[in-house]
């Protein structure tokens, strides 16, 4: 078992000192002094250096200048305040473009509302809407006139959502029709 371990050892031993020498002959061995394409000195050529006079001159005026503060930080991303002048105040005027239209009318209930009311206790609330001569009764979710929605039914308002614009109104509990 030693022996094999032993011959392992020197096979490698001998594989590394070949590989040792293929690089120093390809790197080294040619030319006997070097590799040229690693020597600098034989493709060196000055640079092109007339004056630099001028530029020592304008580097120290520019490390003797000093900050002088006009009051605004400069570590911070805010604009400086704008002192208030006397100037006049420019004019308005009309925006580019058409006319932005108003907004629509507030969401209306053409029914009167003149009461309220539950069948059995804790059930749901009804509403009594007065429609002409006709009377109707509505609970809270239902639509009426196929764009109103009613959404609460309190003691003293009705709460509806017009569907087709979704705007809110309400409409107060007013005193019985017939009376």
Known sequence: MAD?????????????????AAVWYFGFGRSGIGNKKLSTAANYQPINAQDYGVVFSKLGQTQKTEYKSNGRNIFTMTAAPVAPTDAPQAVKRSPYGPAVPPPPAP????????GYGSLPSNGPRLAFLMDGEEVRIVAEGETVLNHIRITHI????????????GQHGSNNLEVNPAA
Do not use: S
């Not at 094999?4 to 040792?20: E, F, G, P, S």
């Not at 969401?107 to 003149?114: G, N, Q, S, V």
């Open 107 to 114: 969401a209306t209930l053409p029914m009167k509302f003149f």
């Open 154 to 165: 309190g003691n003293d308002r009705i709460e509806f959502v017009d569907t087709m614009t």
């Open 4 to 20: 094999t371990k032993q011959r392992n050892q020197w096979i490698v031993l001998a594989v590394l000192v070949v590989i040792a």
